[in-house]
């Protein structure tokens, strides 16, 4: 079974509108990933996020956690046609934290 | 920059032929990993090896194994394939979590494997 959730499924919006996305996780964690696949690639990590932290920022990317709720929120701000991708999270799933659980994925399509 | 090199995009083989996935990465990374991708059913762990010679079963092993006799090189053996491990394979290594606390995993471009 997945550990992580996303939701939606698929996000299509108009380039430089902001796209945000969610996932929910069922067991407790040491950290939350996210990670972007483009069509026929591979998957990049964007930003790892620890359990005791509540929001991390890179570039135009805003990442959030809320432990009590179990979820989690990519914010891609000001979006660009180059940002249409598929969106991971992702969660340790095991105690040393060398192995993940992906979600589903968000399919995301920014329109120029 | 970590690069996971895949040896390729795309495959064809035979309901019972035996298959070599192979997979090299050149940031002396102690975790490697081998994925299955597919529609609806996410990315599922097929093996997980942490040093050279070692490996853990991850959620589907059936029909797979793996073999790590090098640091650098992971490899995916289908023992004899079958039509339903049509799939797209992507390994991923990563830094070991025991030494550098929870580590991001580094992707190669994935090998998508048909099975006829």
């Known amino acids: 079974s997945q550990q992580g959730e996303e939701d939606p499924q698929a996000l299509s919006i108009q380039e430089g509108e902001n796209a945000t996305m969610n996932c929910s996780y069922k067991t407790s964690i040491n950290n939350l990933q996210w990670y972007r696949q483009n069509s026929g690639r591979g998957l990049v990590h964007l930003i790892l996020?620890?359990?005791?932290?509540r929001e991390k920022h890179s570039g135009r990317l805003r990442v959030t956690l809320d432990t009590s709720k179990k979820s989690s929120s990519l914010l891609i701000t000001a979006s660009r046609a180059a940002d249409t991708a598929s969106y991971f999270c992702a969660t340790s799933r095991d105690n040393a934290g060398n192995m993940l659980t992906f979600g589903g994925g968000t399919r995301l399509m920014v329109k120029p | 920059d970590v690069k996971v090199t895949q040896s390729s995009r795309y495959l064809v083989k035979r309901t019972g032929e035996k298959v070599f996935l192979e997979c090299v990465q050149d940031m002396d990374h102690e975790n490697m990993f081998w994925y299955r991708q597919d529609p609806g059913l996410g990315l599922r762990l097929i093996y997980f090896s942490y040093d050279v010679k070692m490996k853990e079963k991850g959620d589907i092993p059936e029909g797979y194994s793996v073999s790590r006799e090098k640091k650098e090189r992971f490899s995916l053996i289908l023992e004899s394939a079958s039509t339903n491990q049509t799939s797209m394979y992507l390994c991923?290594?990563?830094?070991?979590?025991?030494?550098?606390?929870?580590?991001?995993?580094?992707f190669g471009d994935g090998t998508r494997l048909s099975i006829l």
């Open positions: 991923a290594s990563s830094r070991g979590a025991r030494s550098f606390g929870n580590q991001p995993q580094h």
């Open positions: 996020i620890r359990s005791n932290e």
